[in-house]
Structures are given as structure tokens and as C-alpha cells.
């Protein structure tokens, strides 16, 4: 009983069924594309700490031995030394805090990068998704077709052996079959494709899906989604690298203290002249620097950083425009799939009236085989392309909440 519980593990797990919020959630934990997204989040979090880390003196250590030759009164011919040195920038013309600022909104900007790109992942996800059902809702009315087109030719031929028949009335159907056939493997390749697409993203098998769906649009309030922001975050950090570059043509003043301590070995001593070399010595510095001249290049640097700021703030007004224009087109997406929904409906209903007919009026000779198949086809295209109707208005609404600046994972039932 053991053995067989173990061996239909395997068999349970391929066989369960995910829902579109679990494929999104795994994908947000284990897609490693977004994992690169988390990691560059947490490296311009250690950046702006780097920044802080600036303000605060710094404290060094170092040591030496010198070899002299020849030893003389002031150069003994071995030199230990050790020092050690704290020192701190007093004034930089505001240089710190500019960059400290560019580094947060770099960081501001990571964060917006990694939440755009979880939402393209989601958005590539709900396709997959709703894509598998697209093809597998073709197969299965394919597949009905095939069945059909067997029972058929079963039929022709028991009236061939009774010569009621011809030929070639069965050929048709068997070349019709055979297409069928044919569509039906090449709809399951578009179906595999589409599982491995949504395995990729995911990190789940894609072999068994639930019926999940996507909230009916109401009210929804439009705001602007992660790419403008992203392009703004980079726009102001551009102004303060620009701020850090200008600030080098102000006063540098650091102050710094060093205290070091010597040993010799192998001294020249005169006798009676003690205290020429020192064993230890202490230095406090005060240090202004300025420039003064530099040929412009400071200045054109910034202006340089700062037409990248300007360019970027043009990106952004263009984003803002094109999300607005996806915004409409996804609205009108909706309308005409709501009113294609009612077309394909009402087509199906159509064609499945038509096919009862002519079925019925082909078994019993009154239509040949070629009004038949043409039925035949337009009952199996009419239920395929109700399906798919309904998948890609699904589809639609997810790719209306993304941009509309919603993320779409949060509009499942």
C-alpha cells in the first residue's frame, strides 16, 4: 500500500491544478529575472548606506620599515614606523548631500523597475494562461469535428459496400479528416509552446489550470504606472549628480590629526647629541583646497548631466502620453470585445441550428457531402472563435488594469 501511495505522488503533483494568483506569486518569489530586480534593489540600498558612511571621519592605519645606506646622524640605517590618522571633510560645498540625494533616487527608481517588472511578468502570465484555454477550447471543438468526420466516413462506407455510395464522397471526408488532423497536432504544439512559456515564467507546471478570471473594470481611477516614475526618479538623480559635479569649484576644508611612533636600529650617535631623531610625533592639519581653473571642464559636466536630466524629463512626458493613449485603446479594447462576445455567440447558436439541419438532410441524401462539411466547419470555427472571444477579453482586462497604473494580479477572482 506504501509503494503504490509513493509511486502516485508523481502522478498527483503533475496533475494539480494552479490558478492565475499562484502562478504570479511563485513567479514573484522564484523568477530569477526577478530576483536580478530584488538584488538591484538591495545593491542601491548598500549604496545610499556607502553615501551616509561619507559623512563620518575616517580613521587610518599604516606602517613601515626603511633600510638607509650609508647611516649617518639623521639617517639610521633601520626605521620602524607606525601611525595612525583621523581625519574629516568639514566643508564640500555640499558635494555629500548631493550624492547621498542621487543615490535615493536611484534606489526610489530600482524599486519602480522591479515593481514594472513584476507587473510584465503578470501581464505575460495572464496571456500564457488565457492562451492555453484559447487552444485547448479549438482542440476539443477539433477533436469533436474529428469524431464526427469518423462517424461519417464509417457510415459512407457501409453504404459504399451496399452501392449506395461513391467513392469519392468518402475521399472528401477523408481528406477533411485529415487536415483536421493536422490542425489538431499543430493547435497541441501551440499549446505546449504556451505552457513552457508560462512554466518559464512561473517556475510551476502549466499541464492543469483552474478557472480563474478577471474583474469586470467599475470605476476604475487612472494614475500614472511605474515607467514614468522611473524616468522621474532618474531625472532628479541626474540633478544631483549634477549638483556634486558644481560643487568642486567650492572650498574643499578637511581636517585631519596623525600620530605616529618610530624605532631605530643602526644609528651614527655623537656623543653628547641626543633627541635628533624622534620616537613618535603628532600633526594636525587644516587643509582649504579651491579651484581655480580647470578649462570649463567641471562646468561642462554638469551641463552635460544636466541636459541628460532634461532628456529624461522629455522620456517622461512621452510615457505619460503613451500610457494614456494605451489607456483609451484598452478601454475601447473592452467595448468591441464585449460586442464581439455577442457576435460570436449568436453565430454559434447560428451555425449549431445550421449543422442540426444539414446533419440530419446529409444522412438521408437530400444534401451532398460538400454543403455537410462546409456546416461542419463553420459549427467547429464558431465554437472556437466563442471561446476565444471569451479568453481575450480576459486578456483585455488585465492589460486595461496595467494601464490604468493597477496591477493586475490584484483584479483576480
Known amino acids: 500500500m506504501r509503494t503504490i501511495l509513493l509511486m502516485s505522488i508523481p502522478f498527483l503533483l503533475f496533475a494539480q491544478h494552479y490558478g492565475l494568483r499562484t502562478f504570479i506569486d511563485h513567479a514573484n518569489k522564484y523568477n530569477p529575472m526577478i530576483h536580478s530586480k530584488e538584488m538591484n534593489v538591495q545593491s542601491k540600498a548598500e549604496e545610499i548606506e556607502a553615501a551616509k558612511s561619507d559623512f563620518w571621519p575616517t580613521v587610518d592605519v599604516g606602517a613601515g620599515h626603511t633600510m638607509t645606506t650609508p647611516v649617518t646622524v639623521i639617517a639610521p640605517g633601520q626605521t620602524t614606523s607606525a601611525s595612525a590618522m583621523i581625519g574629516m571633510d568639514l566643508y564640500d560645498g555640499g558635494r555629500r548631500g548631493a ?19 513584476e507587473k510584465s511578468v503578470a501581464l505575460t502570465i495572464i496571456n500564457s494562461y488565457y492562451s492555453i484555454k484559447k487552444y485547448k477550447a479549438t482542440l476539443y471543438a477539433l477533436q469533436k469535428r474529428s469524431e464526427e468526420l469518423q462517424t461519417q466516413m464509417t457510415r459512407i462506407k457501409g453504404f459504399m459496400r451496399a452501392g449506395l455510395s461513391t ?27 504556451a505552457q513552457e512559456d508560462l512554466a518559464l515564467q512561473s517556475g510551476l507546471s502549466a499541464k492543469q489550470l483552474k478557472n480563474d478570471h478577471i474583474r469586470e473594470p467599475h470605476h476604475v481611477r487612472y494614475e500614472p504606472y511605474e ?14 549628480q549634477a549638483n556634486a559635479v558644481s560643487s568642486g569649484y567650492l572650498p574643499q576644508v578637511n581636517v585631519s590629526d596623525q600620530l605616529s611612533v618610530y624605532n631605530y636600529n643602526d644609528t651614527d650617535d655623537v656623543p653628547g647629541l641626543t633627541g635628533i631623531l624622534p620616537d613618535h610625533q603628532n600633526r594636525l592639519m587644516l587643509s582649504v583646497n579651491m579651484r581655480l581653473f580647470d578649462k570649463g ?22 510615457a505619460d502620453k503613451e500610457q494614456r493613449m494605451n489607456f483609451r485603446v484598452a478601454e475601447k479594447r473592452l467595448k468591441t470585445l464585449r460586442a464581439k462576445e455577442k457576435s460570436t455567440k449568436s453565430a454559434l447558436k447560428a451555425a449549431r441550428s445550421t449543422y442540426s439541419t444539414v446533419k440530419k438532410k446529409f444522412e438521408v441524401g437530400l444534401v451532398d457531402n460538400v454543403t455537410y462539411l462546409d456546416a461542419l466547419t463553420e459549427v467547429t470555427l464558431s465554437q472556437a472563435r466563442y471561446k476565444e472571444t471569451l479568453y481575450d477579453y480576459e486578456i483585455a482586462k488585465s492589460i486595461y488594469y496595467y494601464y490604468a497604473g493597477k496591477s493586475p494580479r490584484e483584479y483576480i477572482k
Do not use: G, W
Open 99 to 117: 550624492v547621498l540625494n542621487a543615490k535615493s533616487f536611484e534606489h526610489t527608481a530600482s524599486i519602480f523597475e522591479k515593481r514594472a517588472f
Open 167 to 193: 467513392s469519392e464522397e468518402f475521399e472528401r471526408l477523408r481528406a477533411a479528416y485529415d487536415n483536421n488532423a493536422y490542425v489538431i497536432e499543430n493547435t497541441k504544439l501551440a499549446i505546449v509552446q
Open 227 to 240: 515607467k514614468s516614475k522611473i524616468l522621474h526618479a532618474h531625472a532628479q538623480a541626474m540633478q544631483e
Open 297 to 318: 571642464k567641471m562646468r561642462k559636466d554638469e551641463e552635460a548631466l544636466k541636459y541628460q536630466k532634461l532628456s529624461l524629463e522629455s522620456q517622461k512626458i512621452y
